[in-house]
């Protein structure tokens, strides 16, 4: 069966500091990979989103990026991060060319003081 | 654009009575809709989906929605809504574009049950 996993589980940073958040799937080919951000436990905002090694579509123009490395496993930087990137971040996936739905991982609070 | 609503920020039920959740979409084409779950400092967990058939879908927990087309709804529904139903809901509108799939969520309601 397929798992998703992401760490830190949570980090506390200051202002100004560099971010690096990851996400592997395990038991899967090629998944379509989700970086979300949820900010106040409300919505989600969709950040970043891939469907292959090196393919990265941005939603939101900020102060984050995202790389993907390796088939199973989506990273989000910062090199310096703001007061307003606090939030809660999830990452998410869905098999390619496979059911719509995306499966979340249990995110990482992120703390900017 | 594809877009979904989620009208109540919370609804509150008492335990033992029906729970519905509503959600509006506004999409061009066929709307794809899903329903998900956060309980605290969890990620989302899917609960059903409609894509095509029934009107009414059948998902985890006990819960069920029902697709409207004139309404252009799909509320979310528990007959007996318990304690632990308490949680986050989120309603979700696929997309399609240049790079590929991508689901629009709408805004949460949140759902108390009290016992």
């Known amino acids: 069966s397929q798992t998703i996993h992401q760490w830190p589980a949570t980090l506390v ?4 500091s560099p971010l690096s958040l990851e996400c592997t799937v395990e038991g899967t080919s090629n998944p379509n990979l989700y970086w979300y951000r949820q900010a106040a436990g409300r919505g989600l905002q969709l ?27 989506f990273i989000l930087s910062s090199k310096k991060l703001l007061l307003s ?25 992120l703390t900017v003081t | 654009a594809q877009s979904v609503a989620q009208p109540e920020d919370q609804v509150n039920v008492a335990e033992g ?28 967990q899917f609960l059903l989906k409609y894509i095509t058939g029934d009107n009414l879908v059948k998902g985890s927990y006990g819960f069920e929605a029902e697709f409207n087309k004139s309404q252009t709804s799909f509320h979310l529904k528990k007959p007996s809504a318990l304690v632990s139903d308490s949680a986050l809901y989120f309603c979700a ?10 689901l629009t969520f709408g805004g949460g309601t949140r759902v108390l049950v009290k016992p």
């Not at chain 1, 940073?13 to 100004?16: C, D, M, N, S």
């Not at chain 1, 998410?92 to 059911?99: E, L």
């Not at chain 2, 509108?93 to 991508?102: M, T």
């Open chain 1, 47 to 73: 950040l970043f989103y891939s469907v292959g090694i090196g393919q990265i579509s941005s939603e939101v123009p900020q102060n984050l990026s995202a790389s993907r490395p390796q088939d199973r496993q």
């Open chain 1, 85 to 109: 990137d606090s939030g809660f971040y999830l990452c998410a996936w869905r098999p390619a060319g496979g059911p719509l739905e995306q499966y979340f991982g249990p995110g990482t609070r």
């Open chain 2, 93 to 102: 509108v696929r997309e399609v574009s240049a790079a590929g799939n991508k």
């Open chain 1, 13 to 16: 940073q200051p202002v100004g």
């Open chain 2, 17 to 44: 009575n029906p729970l519905t959740v509503k959600c509006t979409y506004s999409v061009s084409g066929n709307p794809y809709l899903f329903w998900y779950v956060q309980y605290p400092n969890r990620g989302l």
